[in-house]
């Protein structure tokens, strides 16, 4: 009995570790499995939209791909876990992103990432809903950007950018995104939803999965059914000595009441200009937006030594950010002179300027004498062509 009695105490205090290590673990991922289901309109299948292959059955590790996801940059890789990643059922899959994992491209601190699919959309639609589940450690960027394209899924155009780059994870553990939804003034045959990952020190990146995308029809034209007048009644001969007709009164035909209009006001766009000069009038940009290539410009010319640059304007659909914009600097003359290089003063975005030089703005086409064409904060105003870079107007780490 006195053992029993020794004994009591170190059971009831190692059940007590048990029940604090599973709290602790469930708050390490900020939910307990299983989450609840995604809405039963979602447009993602469901291996694409929790990273899962079912052909063995809903649990990892049968998991063999990634849906119909397009591992754009080659840094996408699994992962997999009991509690680790949210599920609706058995255990959680997602897409990870990180210098850790196994992935055709690692990716580092800095380094920018993307992943696409496109999705069938039916008609008409004028809504559109989106949520998913996310996570980032160490700080940086989880933006998601959504196209409008044709039925092939080309010929894509920015129509929302649903989780703005302003927009970060609150803490450090798994969180889902409440339903966003937004009015779009065309319907399109397909979507694409192309997500954006970078992330800023360390060796934990982002991971992802959960992804619900949706169409709806939320505003109906109200029919309206004119109202029939009934017609007097025919005048009555009357009997007496003198017959008199009287003449029925004229009623106007009824008014029929226009059916309402309903008009769509498209969003504002930006019109961003690149100030620019070439060394040799040769060298041509290529301007990116969220990844895209939107516009080409050729043979820049202006003073490359003298700093005197020459404007290139683009106009844009839809609102852009400068930490989406890219100049690259290419040249299809294939000419023999060394040094084709581009000097870039700024870009304007809607009348605001973004120095090149700035502190902040990331180039991957820069060389110097202390670390070559490596990427990074190089502070200049030049690409060089044997770097095959370009910049991107960050604003902030």
Sequence with gaps: MEILKNIKPILILFVVLLISVAATTIAAVGFTNPVDPLPAD??????????????????????????????????????????????????????????????????????????????????????????????????????????????????????????????????????????????????????????????????????????????????????????????????????????TAVPPTPTPAPTQTPLPTVTATPGAGSTITIYAAGRYGTEDIELFIAGMHVSTFTDIGGDYSDGIFEVFTYTHQSPVSSDHVQVHLVDTSQGSAPGRNLRVDKISIDGQDFQSEGEYVYSTGTWTNIDGCTPGLKQSEILHLTCGGYFEYRVGP
């Excluded at 990273?51 to 849906?67: A, E, H, I, Q, R």
């Excluded at 129509?159 to 779009?184: C, G, H, K």
């Excluded at 505003?219 to 009357?238: C, E």
Aim: hydrophobic share 30%.
């Design 42 to 243: 979602n447009l993602i299948d469901y291996e694409s939209a929790w990273l899962k292959d079912l052909s063995g059955g809903p649990n990892c590790p049968n998991v063999s791909g990634f849906g119909t996801w397009v591992n754009e940059t080659g840094h996408m890789a699994l992962s997999c876990g009991a509690q680790k990643n949210p599920a609706d059922e058995g255990n959680g899959s997602a897409m990870q992103f990180d210098a850790n994992v196994q992935s055709a491209n690692s990716l580092f601190p800095g380094e920018d990432a993307y992943v696409y699919l496109i999705v069938n959309a039916p008609q008409p639609h004028n809504t559109l809903k989106f949520s998913m589940w996310r996570v980032l450690r160490n700080g940086g960027q989880v933006d998601a950007t959504i196209f409008g394209c044709d039925a092939q899924g080309g010929n894509c155009v920015e129509v929302w950018q649903v989780v703005p780059i302003s927009d970060l994870p609150s803490s450090i553990f798994w969180e889902q995104l409440n339903q966003r939804e937004t009015a779009v003034s065309q319907s399109y045959p397909t979507y694409k939803i192309r997500q954006h990952c970078r992330y800023n020190g360390g060796n934990a990146g982002c991971k992802f999965t959960g992804y619900y995308f949706s169409v709806e029809q939320s505003v109906q034209l109200p029919t309206v059914t004119p109202t029939q007048t009934a017609l007097p009644p025919t005048a009555t001969n009357t009997p007496g000595p003198t017959e």
